[in-house]
């Protein structure tokens, strides 16, 4: 017996092996609780990728405004990017900082 976790990290389900894993669920023979917090890892991860990818929408109109991108973008995104490479100890995106000035 093993278990079907959800990549969210938001339940699992006892299953017979890893045929029996559906699509968005991880299988695992470890006890639930040490992979719901890698599925919520995972999650997280997928959710700082593409927080960074719409990120570069505001660094490319600040490049075409001749604006300089503010130290507290580049801050926000050195912190996705810590997420995503899994060397930050945060469990929550960091807060958007407002748009830039004349972008």
């Keep these: 017996m093993g278990y079907a ?3 969210d990290g938001q339940g699992y389900r006892a299953v017979n ?3 029996d894993v559906g699509n968005n669920e991880i299988y695992s023979d470890a006890p ?6 890698e599925g919520q890892t995972k ?3 997928s959710q ?3 927080t960074l990818d719409r990120s570069d ?3 490319l109109r600040c490049y075409e405004n001749a604006v300089t ?3 507290m973008w580049r801050k926000y995104r050195l912190e996705l990017r810590a997420i995503i490479s899994g060397t930050s100890t945060s469990t929550t995106l ?3 900082p407002d748009y830039p000035a004349g972008t």
């Design 43 to 45: 999650v997280l991860k």
């Design 32 to 37: 639930p609780a040490r992979n719901l917090a």
């Design 94 to 96: 960091p807060t958007r």
């Design 17 to 19: 092996g890893p045929d």
């Design 57 to 59: 929408i505001t660094v």
């Design 69 to 71: 991108v503010p130290t």
């Design 5 to 7: 976790i959800r990549e």
């Design 48 to 50: 700082a990728q593409a």
